[in-house]
């Protein structure tokens, strides 16, 4: 550990933790043509169209791109205006990138006999490559690369681990977390929580998120960011206990106020801001809504799912 760094993994059992997300993973993600190859030219292609537009606009001009200029080779013998051309008739952002990916065909071609290096170094070597593509062509060809650092990932280890808001903090955080020699499956699971279950308004019941039990937000309630920083809106928020209120019935026949708001939430005080009051206010919405049943007046509720 680096001096100076906190070990934020101290109190948590990373192997369950780390079995947790590859499981989720693996059973269900959005799927993406270029998660289904380990070609590292498809791959690089994938990851600079994918830096300035939309993922799902990606797939279409991937797929043409790949067809016209299916190799290194292919595409390093093509005009770099042909490959300019391209770029701009699909809205792909700025040209330079096209002129980087030609240069980098032509690289592959002279200077390394037309195959890939593997190492996030090496890679950072071609034309236009900056240590984040380079460390996802290493992980998702050669599942050789570091663990990827981005916004989503941060935002998950701020928020399930109190990770410190600070880079190195969460270099090192991220990289302990990442089992050896699954940089592949790893790195596209975590970018994967972080885009579709901890995104800025966390979806942790809807998406199933596999930490639930470890993470710190879903105890508190407070999924604040560093690119959150206000509380996210309360209809998000409130959204966030009514999952979790649903949930934790599923496993109980019945539960009283002060049963039940410790299991929703870890500042659950009988009296205070998030108490009685706060938990009987979401459990009568869902009454309403016929989701569940309530007995008892006042302090004496007990809650039931309808069955
Ligand atoms: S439980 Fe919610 S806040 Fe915690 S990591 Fe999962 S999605 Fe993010």
């Not at 570091?146 to 990770?163: E, I, S």
């Not at 959204?239 to 939430?265: A, K, M, S």
Request: glycine letters at 8%; hydrophobic letters at 35%; proline letters at 5%.
């Amino acid at each position: 550990m680096s001096e100076g760094v906190p070990n934020v993994f101290e109190d948590v059992e990373l192997a369950a933790v780390r079995s947790a997300l590859l499981e989720w993973y693996r059973e269900d993600h959005r799927s993406f043509p270029w998660r289904e190859t380990t070609d590292p030219y498809e791959i690089l292609v994938s990851e600079v169209m994918s830096q300035q537009t939309q993922l799902g606009r990606v797939v279409e001009a991937w797929e043409d791109f790949l067809d016209r200029w299916p190799t290194t080779e292919d595409l390093a013998a093509a005009e770099r205006a042909e490959v300019v051309a391209f770029w701009s008739d699909h809205s792909l952002g700025y040209n330079n990138r096209a002129k980087y990916l030609h240069e980098a065909a032509e690289q592959i071609e002279t200077d390394y006999d037309g195959s890939f290096p593997d190492s996030p170094e090496e890679l950072s070597e071609l034309m236009g490559v900056g240590p984040y593509t380079a460390n996802a062509v290493a992980s998702f060809a050669f599942n050789n690369g570091d663990a990827v650092v981005d916004t989503n990932v941060k935002r998950v280890l701020y928020r399930a681990f109190g990770c410190p808001d600070d880079a190195a903090a969460f270099e090192q955080a991220a990289n302990e977390l990442m089992p050896a020699g699954e940089s592949r499956d790893w790195n596209n699971a975590i970018m994967e929580l972080g885009g579709v279950a901890c995104g800025q308004t966390p979806a942790c019941d809807e998406q199933s998120c596999p930490w639930r039990e470890y993470c710190d937000a879903y105890h508190s309630g407070d999924f604040t960011a560093p690119d959150v920083p206000e509380q996210p809106d309360f209809e998000g928020s409130r959204r966030q206990f009514r999952g979790r209120i649903v949930n934790t019935l599923g496993e109980h026949d019945e539960l009283g106020l002060d049963e039940l708001g410790p299991r929703i939430r870890v500042d659950y005080q009988p009296d205070g801001n998030y108490g009685r009051e706060w938990l009987r206010d979401i459990l009568t919405d869902l009454a309403e809504d016929e989701l569940l049943e309530l007995d008892g007046e006042g302090d004496e509720t007990v809650a039931r799912l309808r069955r």
